[in-house]
């Protein structure tokens, strides 16, 4: 069983029903002893870091996330503001305080040109930059959903945790890993074949669940196109 | 590179839709979970239903299809119509949808955005704009009003503020209906997608008049629209979403190509 965490924070049936459509068990769930049994734990959400990792502290949930995955090397994966938490502080809206698990701050997206438009919301190209196995089998250029309005900024340090980055009039980290920790600023649960294939990578490290069926992603365009990422042609 | 998305609008009225698709077999046209699921087959970005049921006390019929697209179908989709409070925007939110539309109920009170923003962040709040072109005056100084009731009740309010005003209140994004183009499938309003396009920052959703896959060319280009929004183009099978992302495509709009 996955954990998925319910802090109050956000609309977590997208997450469940995705796990469901690929054969997984979830259990939503802030009990310490359910994330105990847990083979995995998600953290998935939208909405304000500080309320949110507000509610985490009010459901004393940081030390037992902490042991979970940090000390028993649980498989994580945070979503949006599950990515977000990971890092120090977060300046949104004043100044609040992650996990730390990683060196960095959540910062406000301030794109170069005022055609990028905040909030980042839509369907954006990931640049994988180094390999990962959540984004195995997704071709070079796989497509995801974003909605959000701050970003994550790495210490220098901390750079090479960077799996996937985006552009939005600047660059966006997309995707972060180490060890069995992973977060993801897009939303798996609602980015059709690459969320389904990506979210289907990180049950095949937990042991639960189906393979998912489908091998490549669906397109107007001809069979394989994918394949060739960005560059190949119509 | 951010796409710019085609989205379906479905009207659903007592738990079907209003409009069919001609050409589909073995489709339930009038069934709003099959019809989504087509379209999100043939690759829309994000789904519209607009529940447009005459009744208050049949809004659970609207839930449970809510529910059922969310069970079925994973890109985002957002629910409008008849949305006046929060308790019916957290209704539908937690049903699966990610976003909310609200249009009137907002325009009679304003505090309905800053409310829902709050309590479920910006991302969520779709400001849904009906507008009519009038005479510039004191008070639609932008020759563009709000209007209700599918046009029939001007408001008095100056679109091109109520965008600003909206996007101040913590709108996260502007559906903004041409009651001019509406039905007419003659193209979308230009001059006025882009004016309010320029004076916001939230992403514009163009909607009214699609009638040809160069209409959304000209409204995602020169109207400065991050998405449009279609209905009758492809509800009877006129074109599909793949041949209108292939002439966005070849005309150098950055879509989706892939799904």
């Not at chain 1, 995707?175 to 069995?180: D, L, R």
């Not at chain 1, 490290?205 to 365009?221: K, N, V």
Request: proline content about 5%.
């Amino acid at each position: 069983m996955i954990a998925i965490i319910d802090y109050g924070a956000g609309n977590l049936l997208s997450v469940v029903n995705a796990f469901k459509a690929l054969g997984c068990p979830t259990r939503v769930t802030h009990d310490r002893a359910e994330l105990a049994r847990s083979r995995a734990i998600v953290l998935p959400g939208v909405g304000a870091f500080g309320a949110g990792m507000a509610k985490l502290r009010s459901l004393d949930l940081i030390g037992p996330l902490g042991e979970e995955v940090l000390e028993k090397g649980k498989p994580y994966l945070g979503i949006c503001l599950g990515l977000q938490f990971l890092v120090q502080e977060s300046l949104e809206h004043g100044c609040h305080q992650g996990l730390g698990w990683l060196p960095g701050t959540v910062q406000p997206i301030l794109p170069s040109d005022p055609r990028f438009r905040v909030p980042h919301m839509g369907w954006n190209d990931v640049q994988v930059v180094r390999p990962c196995p959540l984004f195995s089998g997704l071709g070079e250029a796989p497509v995801f959903y974003f909605v959000h309005s701050f970003q994550v900024k790495l210490a220098p340090e901390a750079a090479d945790r960077v799996t996937a980055n985006c552009w939005h009039g600047t660059e966006i980290v997309a995707a972060v890993q180490w060890g069995k920790i992973f977060g993801v600023q897009f939303h798996p649960e609602k980015s059709q074949w690459f969320g389904l294939k990506l979210l289907s990578n990180f049950i095949r490290l937990t042991g639960e669940g189906d393979a998912y069926a489908q091998e490549t992603p669906d397109s107007g365009f001809g069979a394989a196109r994918w394949f060739g990422g960005a560059e190949c042609q119509i | 590179m951010l796409s710019k998305r085609i989205i379906p609008c479905l009207d659903v009225r007592d738990g079907r839709t209003t409009k069919g698709i001609k050409f589909i077999n073995n489709v339930d046209v009038g069934d709003p979970v099959e019809m989504a699921r087509f379209y999100y087959e043939e690759g829309a970005d994000e789904l519209v239903f607009y529940d447009i049921t005459a009744s208050s006390d049949r809004r659970e019929i609207m839930i449970e299809v809510v529910r059922r697209v969310a069970a079925e179908i994973f890109i985002p989709f957002s629910v409008g119509g008849g949305l006046r409070t929060l308790e019916d925007m957290r209704e539908v939110l937690l049903a699966g949808a990610e976003k909310v539309s609200v249009n009137t109920a907002a325009l009679l009170n304003p505090g309905l955005i800053a409310d829902g923003a709050e309590a479920f962040g910006s991302q969520c709040i779709v400001l849904g704009m009906d507008v009519r072109r009038v005479a510039v005056s004191a008070a639609t100084p932008s020759g563009y009003e709000m209007v209700i009731h599918g046009g029939r009740t001007p408001m008095g309010i100056d679109a091109l503020w109520w965008a600003k005003e909206a996007e101040r209140l913590g709108a996260g994004e502007i559906c903004l209906n041409s009651i001019d183009a509406d039905g007419t499938q003659e193209g979308y309003e230009l001059t006025l997608t882009r004016m309010i396009s320029e004076a916001v920052s939230i992403p514009v959703i163009a909607s009214g008049g699609a009638g040809t896959p160069e209409h959304l060319y000209q409204v995602l280009s020169a109207g400065r629209a991050d998405a449009a929004l279609i209905a009758s183009m492809v509800h009877y099978g006129t074109y599909t979403i793949s041949e209108i992302k292939q002439y966005l495509h070849s005309k150098g709009i950055p879509v989706r190509l892939t799904w």
